[in-house]
């Protein structure tokens, strides 16, 4: 089902690249892969959106794209 929506998410983000809610788009489709467990994915999509524009209701973008970097970081860094 995840799957399915962030395809759908995809879509739109393809179709429509002008709307002017098309990070909002983007961030739909960053919740189904995070849901489908998929961080890599997630941080592609997280990251095509701007920074700048990650505020207000996309103000959790930055959170959740944080996440994804420190679940896909290693266990154990040999240099730390």
Known sequence: ???DAATKYAEVVAKYPEFDRV???RYGQALCHV???DWEKAIK???????????GDLAPAAYLLADCH???????????
């Open 35 to 37: 849901a489908a467990e």
């Open 45 to 55: 999509v997280l990251e095509a959106i701007p920074a700048a524009e990650r505020n």
């Open 23 to 25: 990070n909002r788009s």
């Open 1 to 3: 089902a995840y799957a």
């Open 70 to 80: 420190i679940r896909t970081a290693p266990a154990k860094a040999e240099d730390a």
